[in-house]
Every structure is written in structure tokens, then in C-alpha cells.
């Protein structure tokens, strides 16, 4: 599957953005669809799950109550939406999918082998 990820931009911090993840080539129904992010100098860390065929959706505890993953399967896209946004969530996004997973490693990045190209969010103080 190939994924193409947008909707990044520069928002004050408190604003809202939404980042969409399009696949193409294969339906997202049947995959396990992550976002992560990487700040300069830092290691890329995750955000967010889904598993879509158990409904299951998994958050890091840093962006918990304020971002929310959702789809349009018609399509073929995953959003993840980004309200209350901080200085310190500025970072480069990428959305990741995988068919299989085991339920401890869905927060691991390695553990997705198709990736987008990532979109760019700074969050101004």
C-alpha cells in the first residue's frame, strides 16, 4: 500500500489542524494504521493506532484528549485530527500501516513497513 500523507501547516498554539493519510493500492480496512512524529534531534515517537478490524484505537498518553483518529473508508483515508495543539507538538507527522501487528509492539515504529513521506506541523507559542 502506498500512503501519502497532508494537511500540516503552521497554526498559534490552541489552534486545530487535521492531517489526512491516503492509501492507495490496497484497502486500509484490513491494516493496522499509525501516526508517529520526529522532532529535530529527536527520535521519532508515536501518536496514535488504529486497528481497524478489532476497532481498537491507541493514543500516546502525551496527545490523549486532544487528537483523535478517524477514516473515510469510500476514501480510502485516515485522519488524525489535532485540536488544543502545543510549541511542543511541532514535528514532522507520518502515518505507517501494517497488516499484522501484535497488540504490544502497535507502538513501535519498526514494526510498520509502509510509510507516507510525512507533512510538516510547527505550532507557534
Known amino acids: 500500500v502506498q500512503l501519502q500523507a497532508s494537511g500540516g501547516g503552521l497554526v498559534q498554539a490552541g489552534g486545530s489542524l487535521r492531517l489526512s493519510c491516503a492509501a492507495s493500492g490496497r484497502t486500509f480496512s484490513t491494516y493496522v494504521v499509525g501516526w508517529f512524529r520526529q522532532a529535530p534531534g529527536k527520535e521519532r515517537e508515536f501518536v496514535a493506532a488504529?486497528?481497524?478490524?478489532?476497532?481498537?484505537?491507541y493514543y500516546a498518553e502525551s496527545v490523549k484528549g486532544r487528537f483523535t483518529v478517524s477514516r473515510d473508508s469510500a476514501k480510502n483515508t485516515v485522519y488524525l485530527q489535532m485540536n488544543s495543539l502545543k510549541p511542543e507538538d511541532t514535528a514532522v507527522y507520518y502515518c505507517a500501516a501494517a497488516l499484522r501487528i501484535i497488540v504490544g509492539m502497535i507502538r513501535v515504529s519498526s514494526s510498520y513497513d509502509n510509510w507516507g513521506q510525512g507533512t510538516q506541523v510547527t505550532v507557534s507559542s
Open positions: 488504529v486497528r481497524w478490524s478489532a476497532g481498537s484505537i
